[in-house]
T-cell receptor, first 111, second 112 residues
Framework: GENVEQHPSTLSVQEGDSAVIKCTYSDSASNYFPWYKQELGKRPQLIIDIRSNVGEKKDQRIAVTLNKTAKHFSLHITETQPEDSAVYFC??????????FGAGTRLTVKP | DVKVTQSSRYLVKRTGEKVFLECVQDMDHENMFWYRQDPGLGLRLIYFSYDVKMKEKGDIPEGYSVSREKKERFSLILESASTNQTSMYLCASNPPGTGGYTFGSGTRLTVV
């Protein structure tokens, strides 16, 4: 089955800096790659997603890039703010029912 | 907004007890999922269901079962709770043909 690896496990940045989280996946048939943000004590929430027919997608300060050849995708957060502090999970799936998640990255944005 | 509601936020049970975790969604979604979340391991799929009375094993189904008698409700059952089942349990749902999940708030289960 699909295996998703996520790095780094923790990331600390100064407010205003950029943050990058990287994930790799094992199954070349995977075609959907969402990112979830989980604030302390709250549920994971979808923040951005990308499908395999697109190489990059941007939503304000957040962008996701996908390299299908290398089987990796990344989350980029620019101009980080303290409220960006959370655990971020990447995921990959082929069908709607086989989504597999990375282990998560704890992002801390220091004021 | 789609709502996925888990009946308990915190639960403490004794070893050997039968435990029921309930999840209800209000948007007529076909697909429902149960995950457990552990530090350093991320979210691991226990079971999922794509229709009433249908269920499929995920990656870690041992020690668990599920029930889906109605479309809106998906129950996770720990047949005989053990301490290694202490974890955060997350329910999720989504409609067919799309990928994004809506998660419940989670149930933090402690087995003593």
């Amino acid at each position: 089955g699909e295996n998703v690896e996520q790095h780094p496990s923790t990331l600390s940045v100064q407010e205003g800096d950029s943050a990058v989280i990287k994930c790799t996946y094992s199954d070349s048939a995977s075609n959907y790659f969402p990112w979830y943000k989980q604030e302390l004590g709250k549920r994971p929430q979808l923040i951005i997603d990308i499908r395999s027919n697109v190489g990059e997608k941007k939503d304000q300060r957040i962008a996701v890039t996908l390299n299908k050849t290398a089987k990796h995708f990344s989350l980029h957060i620019t101009e980080t703010q303290p409220e960006d502090s959370a655990v971020y999970f990447c995921a990959a799936s082929i069908t709607v029912s086989d989504m597999r998640f990375g282990a998560g990255t704890r992002l801390t944005v220091k004021p | 907004d789609v709502k996925v509601t888990q009946s308990s936020r915190y639960l403490v049970k004794r070893t050997g007890e039968k435990v029921f975790l309930e999840c209800v969604q209000d948007m007529d979604h076909e697909n429902m999922f149960w995950y457990r979340q552990d530090p350093g391991l991320g979210l691991r799929l226990i079971y999922f269901s794509y229709d009433v009375k249908m269920k499929e094993k995920g990656d870690i189904p041992e020690g668990y079962s599920v029930s889906r008698e109605k479309k809106e409700r998906f129950s996770l059952i720990l047949e005989s709770a053990s301490t290694n089942q202490t974890s955060m349990y997350l329910c999720a749902s989504n409609p067919p043909g799309t990928g994004g999940y809506t998660f419940g708030s989670g149930t933090r289960l402690t087995v003593v």
